[in-house]
């Protein structure tokens, strides 16, 4: 199986590829038309140079699984995305996660977005914050509580 090209590996596992796929999406046809399309992309880069990838059956299933989470993205269907447990895979829960932060962090004010931004992705003080901001560190204290509240509150919309 090592030796096998990359276009006989997909059509080996084309079902199981299929499967794979709506096991995350749901939608058989949508399934059917990521995989289609995963196939086409992959073919028309490797063609008969496809011993650039390593892993191949590894770099398929990466490739299925990264095209049905950004189609699911596309669709902006959270019906579909959240209509069975999200707890039984991982991957797919820490997708919806991040989802749902980035929406409601675009949601808040801009002043407390920048709080929010400047606490937890460059790591500042609230000393610090009040500093570059050149607000109270009080204040600063309660934009951080009303971002972290919201964020409670969506989660909590969500389970």
Sequence with gaps: MENKN???????NYEALKGYSFK?????????DIVQEVFVSIYSKYKENDDVIKNKQAFLYQAIRFSTYS????????????????SVDPLRNDFLMEDLILKTIEEIPPQRRKVF???????????????????KPKTVENHITLVMKSLKERILEIS
């Design 117 to 135: 931004y400047l606490r937890r992705m460059r790591n500042l003080k609230v000393k610090e914050i009040a500093e570059v901001m050149n607000i």
């Design 71 to 86: 189609e699911l993205k596309k669709s902006n269907d959270k019906c579909l995305l959240l209509e069975d447990d999200v």
């Design 24 to 32: 995350i999406c749901k939608r058989i046809e949508m399934a059917e």
């Design 6 to 12: 990359i276009c006989d590996l997909f059509l080996d």
